[in-house]
């Protein structure tokens, strides 16, 4: 029976999630399956897998042929490399605490380039809120200020009331002489000069 290390799609449509499975090459892609090895999330980023590596050695070593996205997952997660330093440790060729070495070595490695992914993402991620906001906040000032009454110049106020009064206005403004108090000496004085 040939055996194949493949995916088996599950998740909503649009949001793929999948199941890394040894099946039969003859089941169907969403059928029955021999053990199920990890399962992959495409969706997050960096991409969310977990994978049992030593079961996923066991059977490459038994035969199993790995489809090319399973191939590239079992790369990623070290279980080609796994599988590779156990041949060599079958021929002879390095020891068992060699290729514990090698391989913890590599995962520590590898662990530090997705750590420094997920950082950069983050930093992205804070700049393109920070000059959202600054955008918005440039927006909201430009409105703010769109809205506002524009305030009557002062000097043009103050010319206009010392230019000379209509005799229609002066009277208008000018109340019956019982309601008027009574003037100042200041008042009477500005008044004879003009």
Do not use: C
Request: glycine share 6%; no cysteine.
């Amino acid at each position: 029976m040939p055996v194949k290390i493949r995916l088996q799609r599950h998740g909503k449509k649009g949001k793929p999630f999948f199941w890394v499975v040894a099946a039969d090459a003859r089941s169907k892609r969403d059928g029955k399956f021999l053990e199920k090895l990890g399962t992959y999330n495409p969706t997050a980023n960096p991409a969310i897998i977990d994978l049992d590596v030593d079961a996923s050695v066991k059977w490459l070593q038994n035969g199993a042929q790995p489809s090319e996205t399973a191939k590239r997952l079992l790369s990623y997660k070290g279980a080609l490399l796994k599988n590779h330093l156990a041949g060599g440790v079958r021929k002879g060729a390095i020891t068992e605490e060699q290729m514990e070495e090698k391989f913890n070595a590599w995962l520590e490695e590898k662990g530090g380039k997705i750590d420094s992914k997920k950082e950069n993402l983050t930093k992205e991620q804070e700049k393109a809120k920070k000059e959202a906001l600054e955008a918005e906040k440039a927006v909201n000032d430009a409105r703010i200020a769109a809205n506002q009454p524009e305030p009557e110049p002062e000097a043009a106020a103050e010319g206009q009331d010392d230019a000379p009064a209509d005799a229609e206005n002066t009277e208008a403004k000018e109340a019956p002489e019982e309601e008027k108090a009574p003037a100042t000496e200041q008042e009477t004085k500005e008044e004879e000069t003009k």
